[in-house]
């Protein structure tokens, strides 16, 4: 079984920083790509910011120049770097990776549970 465990979402004032961690475990063969995405009520889920094995990394629009996504392949591991925050970027945040349990079991998406990332003053 595959867990993503993320961490690190909170209350921040506009302008502020915070940083999200996600670590995979389980019964995990490779890791493809790993990413970010955020929901809010109402909307559909929408692709933060996403990075593969091999470093090439995907941003939205609307986060370029202000996130950072990284990536800890030892640790199975993706960060999410948030700063210059936006009273827009309150939603739930949510890791996913692709990946596999096998040699030869197909590559698949898991998901973390979510965190809460609220931007007011």
């Known amino acids: 079984q595959v867990q993503l465990v993320e961490s690190g979402g909170g209350l921040v004032q506009p302008g502020g920083s915070l940083r999200l961690s996600c670590a995979a475990s389980?019964?995990?063969?490779?890791?493809?790509?790993m990413g970010w995405y955020r929901q809010t009520p109402g909307k559909q889920r929408e692709l933060v910011a996403m990075?593969?094995?091999?470093?090439?990394?995907n941003y939205a629009n609307n986060v370029k120049g202000r996130f950072t996504i990284s990536r800890d392949n030892a640790r199975n591991t993706v960060y999410l770097q948030m700063n210059s925050l936006k009273p827009e970027d309150t939603a739930v945040y949510y890791c996913?990776?692709?990946?596999?349990?096998?040699?030869?079991?197909?590559?698949?998406?898991?998901w973390g549970q979510g965190t809460q990332v609220t931007v007011s003053s």
């Open positions: 996913d990776a692709d990946l596999s349990t096998s040699s030869v079991s197909p590559v698949l998406r898991y």
């Open positions: 389980g019964r995990i063969f490779s890791i493809n790509a």
């Open positions: 990075t593969t094995t091999g470093g090439l990394t």
